[in-house]
T-cell receptor, first 114, second 111 residues
C-alpha cells in the first residue's frame, strides 16, 4: 500500500482481556518497528523486526507483550491480560533495511484499558 | 535512563518569529540525529536530519544544528507559521540503526 496501515485505530478493552494490534507496512520494507507513546511521554521502543525475525525485543515491557511478523509483511502485537498502564498509542513504522531516515509511521492504535 | 531528552514540553511563538526547539543526548555513540513532526491522530513524519560529521543542515525554513561536544542539537524554524503547530520529536541513532526518541515538544505558533 501507499503507507503504513494500523488497525484498529481505537480500541477500548476491559482490564484483563487480551488485545491484538495489527500493522501492515509499506510493501517492500523489510524492517518494522513497534513503538508506544503513553500520555505525556515520548516514543518508547518496543520491538524491531528484520524480515520475520526479531533481533531486538528489548523494549517489550513484560512477558504479557508479544509480537510476530509473517511473510515479511504484516505484524501483530499482542498484549495479554491488559492492565491500565498499557493504555497508550501504539505506533508501527517500517523502513528499508538500514534506512533510519526512511521511517514511515502509521497513524497508530489508541488503546484504552478500563 | 533517558538517552534523548527534550526538556521543554511546550513552546509558544508568534507567527513570523523564530522557533527554537532543543534536544540533549547522553550517548556519545549516537551518530545520526533526526527531527520528526507529529500532528494529532497522525503518525510522526520525518522533517530533517543531520549526521554527526556535520554541525548544520538546512532545508528551507528548517535548520538543525549539532554541537557534539555539548551533546546538544536544536531545530530552528524561520519564519514560524501556524501550520507548524505540532509536537516535535528529536531522535538519535547509533550502530543499532534504531531510533531513540525524546519526549517531544508541543510547538504552538500564534497567528
Amino acid at each position: 500500500g501507499a503507507g503504513v496501515s494500523q488497525s484498529p485505530s481505537n480500541k477500548v478493552t476491559e482490564k484483563g482481556k487480551d488485545v491484538e494490534l495489527r500493522c501492515d507496512p509499506i510493501s517492500g520494507h523489510t524492517a518494522l518497528y513497534w513503538y508506544r507513546q503513553s500520555l505525556g511521554q515520548g516514543l518508547e521502543f518496543l520491538i524491531y523486526f528484520q524480515g520475520n525475525s526479531a533481533p531486538d525485543k528489548s523494549g517489550l515491557p513484560s512477558d504479557r507483550f508479544s509480537a510476530e511478523r509473517t511473510g515479511g509483511s504484516v505484524s501483530t502485537l499482542t498484549i495479554q491480560r491488559t492492565q491500565q498502564e498499557d493504555s497508550a498509542v501504539y505506533l508501527c513504522a517500517s523502513t528499508e533495511t538500514g534506512q533510519i531516515y526512511g521511517y514511515t509511521f502509521g497513524s497508530g492504535t489508541r488503546l484504552t484499558v478500563v | 535512563d533517558q538517552q534523548v531528552k527534550q526538556n521543554s514540553p511546550s513552546l509558544s511563538v508568534q507567527e513570523g518569529r523564530i522557533s527554537i526547539l532543543n534536544c540533549d543526548y547522553t550517548n556519545s555513540m549516537f551518530d545520526y540525529f533526526l527531527w520528526y513532526k507529529k500532528y494529532p491522530a497522525e503518525g510522526p513524519t520525518f522533517l530533517i536530519s543531520i549526521s554527526s560529521i556535520k554541525d548544520k543542515n538546512e532545508d528551507g525554513r528548517f535548520t538543525v544544528f549539532l554541537n557534539k561536544s555539548a551533546k546538544h542539537l536544536s531545530l530552528h524554524i524561520v519564519p514560524s507559521q501556524p501550520g507548524d503547530s505540532a509536537v516535535y520529536f528529536c531522535a538519535a541513532s547509533g550502530s543499532a540503526r534504531q531510533l531513540t526518541f525524546g519526549s517531544g515538544t508541543q510547538l504552538t505558533v500564534l497567528p
